[in-house]
């Protein structure tokens, strides 16, 4: 699951997939701007066909973040 986030992270901010970890960090490693985070949660939401309400966007900070959250809303 982390290869096909990390994929469409490195798609949505066109950076390189190998810069981005677990514990990578969207504002401070990753460079993105609330914009940039705004338009990879809806991607993401589009691609797993899930919502992701905003106050769980909130407390979403590093790619880890984001796979946790989606393995726990999935049955992938």
Do not use: C
């Amino acid at each position: 699951m982390f290869e096909k986030i990390r994929a469409t992270i490195a798609s949505q901010l066109s950076i390189d997939e190998e810069e981005i970890k677990m514990e990578s960090s969207f504002m401070n490693n990753l460079g993105a701007d609330s914009l940039d985070i705004v338009e990879l949660i809806m991607a993401l939401e589009e691609e797993y066909e899930i919502e992701i309400p905003d106050e769980d966007v909130e407390k979403i900070a590093t790619v880890g973040d984001v796979v946790e959250y989606i393995k726990a809303h999935t049955e992938e």
